[in-house]
C-alpha cells in the first residue's frame, strides 16, 4: 500500500493551478522522477477540473487510483495511491489536508492569485499515511464520510467531455517538459497509453507484453 501523492489544487478554472503538492518517487528511478511527477501533477489538475463542490470522488487508472475531493471555496484535494490503499482512509486524510489548508489559506488568500503556497504539513503526512493504521488519529467523524456517496470512474478518460483526449491534454500542457512529452510518445506507438502505463514503461521496458489493450 503506497500514497505517491497529496495536493491541493484550485480548481474553479481551467487549467486548475496546483498550490501546493508533495510526492514520494523514492520508487522510481532518478532518471525518470522528472518526467513521473510533472504527469502526477497534469493528471491530478485534470481529475480536479472535474471535481465538483463537495464532490467525492475515484478514478482508477491502471494499478493506481485517484483519491478527489472538492470544496465549494474554489479547491479540490487529490491523492494518488496504489489500488491496495483503503479508499476510506484516502478520504479520511483528504477531510483533514484539505480542513487545515483552508484553516491557513482563506479563500482570499488565493481567490485572485495563481502562487504556489506552502504547506509543509503534506511533506509530514505522506510519511506518515503511508500505513493507514494512523488514519485512526484523524479526528474526523466515520458517519459523515460513511454516509457519503464516492463516485467511481474506471479510467481519467472516462471523466473527460465528449471530444477530449489523453493525448490532447499532454500535447497541449504546458507543465509537461520535452523529455516528458517524449515519454508519452514513445509509450504510445500503437495506441493511447494512458499516463500510468507510461510510468511502467520508463521503469520496466517490455511492459507492453503485460498490458491488455
Same mark, same amino acid.
Given at each position: 500500500?503506497?500514497? #505517491?501523492?497529496?495536493?491541493? #489544487?484550485?480548481?474553479?478554472?481551467? @487549467?486548475?493551478?496546483? #498550490?501546493?503538492? &508533495?510526492? !514520494?518517487?523514492?520508487?522510481?528511478?532518478?532518471?525518470?522522477?522528472?518526467?513521473?511527477?510533472?504527469?502526477?501533477? +497534469?493528471?491530478?489538475?485534470?481529475?480536479?477540473? =472535474?471535481?465538483? %463542490?463537495? /464532490?467525492?470522488? !475515484?478514478? &482508477?487508472? /491502471?494499478?493506481?487510483?485517484?483519491?478527489?475531493?472538492? =470544496?465549494?471555496?474554489?479547491?479540490?484535494?487529490?491523492?494518488?495511491?496504489?489500488?491496495? *490503499? @483503503?479508499?476510506?482512509?484516502?478520504?479520511? #486524510?483528504?477531510?483533514?489536508?484539505?480542513?487545515?489548508?483552508?484553516?491557513? *489559506? @482563506?479563500?482570499?488568500?488565493?481567490?485572485?492569485?495563481?502562487?504556489? +503556497? @506552502?504547506? %509543509? $504539513?503534506?511533506?509530514? *503526512?505522506?510519511?506518515?499515511?503511508?500505513?493507514?493504521?494512523?488514519? !485512526?488519529?484523524?479526528?474526523?467523524? $466515520?458517519?459523515?464520510? !460513511?454516509?457519503?456517496?464516492?463516485?467511481?470512474?474506471?479510467?481519467?478518460?472516462?471523466? +473527460?467531455?465528449?471530444?477530449?483526449?489523453?493525448?490532447?491534454?499532454?500535447?497541449?500542457?504546458?507543465?509537461?517538459?520535452?523529455?516528458?512529452?517524449?515519454?508519452?510518445?514513445?509509450?504510445?506507438?500503437? &495506441?493511447?497509453?494512458?499516463?500510468?502505463?507510461?510510468?511502467?514503461?520508463?521503469?520496466? %521496458?517490455?511492459?507492453?507484453?503485460?498490458?491488455?489493450?
Amino acid at each position: 500500500m503506497k500514497i #505517491l501523492y497529496i495536493g491541493i #489544487l484550485k480548481n474553479e478554472q481551467k @487549467p486548475a493551478i496546483e #498550490l501546493c503538492a &508533495e510526492r !514520494d518517487l523514492s520508487s522510481y528511478s532518478r532518471f525518470t522522477r522528472t518526467s513521473v511527477g510533472e504527469f502526477m501533477s +497534469l493528471f491530478s489538475k485534470t481529475v480536479a477540473e =472535474r471535481t465538483k %463542490p463537495g /464532490q467525492r470522488q !475515484d478514478v &482508477e487508472e /491502471q494499478s493506481y487510483t485517484f483519491h478527489a475531493y472538492g =470544496r465549494s471555496e474554489g479547491v479540490a484535494g487529490v491523492i494518488i495511491s496504489d489500488q491496495e *490503499y @483503503p479508499a476510506l482512509v484516502a478520504h479520511q #486524510l483528504l477531510s483533514k489536508v484539505v480542513d487545515e489548508f483552508l484553516t491557513k *489559506y @482563506p479563500r482570499s488568500t488565493f481567490a485572485s492569485s495563481n502562487q504556489e +503556497l @506552502p504547506f %509543509p $504539513q503534506l511533506k509530514e *503526512y505522506i510519511v506518515k499515511y503511508q500505513d493507514p493504521q494512523q488514519a !485512526d488519529s484523524i479526528m474526523k467523524i $466515520q458517519k459523515e464520510l !460513511d454516509e457519503t456517496k464516492i463516485t467511481l470512474h474506471k479510467t481519467i478518460e472516462s471523466m +473527460l467531455e465528449r471530444g477530449e483526449k489523453i493525448d490532447n491534454l499532454v500535447a497541449k500542457s504546458d507543465g509537461l517538459s520535452t523529455q516528458s512529452k517524449m515519454f508519452y510518445t514513445q509509450g504510445s506507438e500503437t &495506441e493511447s497509453i494512458r499516463y500510468l502505463s507510461v510510468v511502467h514503461n520508463i521503469m520496466r %521496458p517490455g511492459v507492453h507484453d503485460l498490458i491488455d489493450y
